[in-house]
């Protein structure tokens, strides 16, 4: 009998807010459930969708991509896009060295994650 994997990405829609719940290593094989994350949330429309990044403890060039692309069509459609912190090591060193994380509203709700 094999395990099913729990799911990396998950997403919930309220009434103000759509928040998408990422954690763990988010890499090219998250790239599904990461678009159909965003398709959910472009769905909703909701005036404001939430990342929760603070259990991700790696992302790849994928996670970048989708993230500067669901800012830009946030930005189009008049939505906010807010990141939710506190950001890993391994995460905000792939903002700050792809020169982004200014782009992003990040919000910290605790201490940051061990290294």
Do not use: C, Y
């Amino acid at each position: 009998m094999h395990a099913v994997p729990e799911r990396k990405v998950r997403f919930t829609s309220h009434e103000q807010v759509f928040v998408i719940t990422m954690h763990g290593e988010m890499d090219h094989d998250d790239a599904e459930d990461v678009e159909a994350a965003w398709a959910a949330s472009v769905e909703a429309a909701s005036p404001m969708t939430a990342v929760d990044l603070s259990r991700v403890t790696f992302a790849d060039s994928m996670l970048l991509n989708a993230l500067l692309e669901a800012r830009r069509r946030h930005e189009a459609d008049g939505r906010e896009l807010v990141l939710i912190g506190p950001l890993h090591s391994a995460v905000r060193r792939l903002l700050d060295v792809s020169g982004t994380l200014d782009h992003f509203r990040v919000v910290s709700t605790g201490p940051s994650p061990a290294s």
